[in-house]
């Protein structure tokens, strides 16, 4: 088992609507988790991060957590061509070596 | 504005001679610094963990001897691609984590990443 599941995608949706990114993770040891937004030939770059259960919102872009469930997801309001990227998710788990394990990433396309 | 920067940002050079990465962290100290490993259209592949002060920690497959990791300082660690051949074309991406206070998490940020090219 992977230690953070994505869904590749791609994943499409209209201008304007709601895009949402989920992320499932296997160890329960994990703290806090992260989402990552990388453009075509760029390196990430951070767009939120998340350590308690609930939801977090920060402009557009909200996290929501639930660890019972090993869940995290990213949704993205009011969805812009520019939001079209791979959005990868990240966990961290104290005291292993690796610490950040990342998913695979999805791949979000808006079309106008 | 950028927290961890990358230099170079592109790089060619000969098949057979070595390349240095240099990936520092700008307005905090970084122990602990990523080196991850990109082909077009794949996902991060983690090469290496720098520890400052200390060797670094390889992935399995990743040759040390042929990557050369050094983290001298807190703001400071390099990757060194010695003998470059084309299949090392890649985008090299760095990264630092930031310790939030007392969390003891901290964020993640990346390098702008270094795009090799070995002819």
């Known amino acids: 088992q992977k230690e953070v599941e994505q869904n590749s995608g791609p994943l499409s949706v209209p201008e304007g609507a709601i895009a949402s990114l989920n992320c499932t993770y296997s160890d329960r040891g994990s703290q806090s988790f992260f989402w990552y937004r990388q453009y075509s030939g760029k390196s990430p770059e951070l767009i939120m991060f998340?350590?308690?259960?609930g939801d977090k919102e920060d402009g557009r872009f909200t996290a929501q957590l639930n660890k019972a469930s090993q869940y995290v997801s990213l949704l993205i309001r009011d969805s812009q061509p520019s939001d079209s990227a791979t959005y990868l998710c990240a966990v961290w788990r104290p005291n292993t070596g690796n610490q950040f394990y990342f998913g695979t990433g999805t791949s979000l396309t808006v079309i106008p | 504005g950028a927290v961890v920067s990358q230099h170079p940002s592109w790089v060619i050079c000969k098949s057979g001679t070595s390349v240095k990465i240099e990936c520092r962290s700008l307005d905090f100290q970084a122990t602990t610094m990523f080196w991850y490993r990109q082909f077009p259209k794949q996902s991060l592949m983690l090469m290496a963990t720098s520890n400052e002060g200390s060797k670094a920690t390889y992935e399995q497959g990743v040759e040390k001897d042929k990557f050369l990791i050094n983290h001298a300082s807190l703001t400071l660690s390099t990757l060194t691609v010695t003998s470059a051949h084309p299949e090392d074309s890649s985008f090299y991406i760095c990264?630092?984590?930031?310790?939030?206070?007392?969390?003891?998490?901290?964020?993640?940020?990346f390098g702008e990443g270094s795009r090799l090219t070995v002819l």
């Open positions: 998340i350590y308690s259960n």
């Open positions: 990264s630092a984590r930031r310790l939030a206070g007392g969390l003891g998490t901290g964020e993640l940020f």
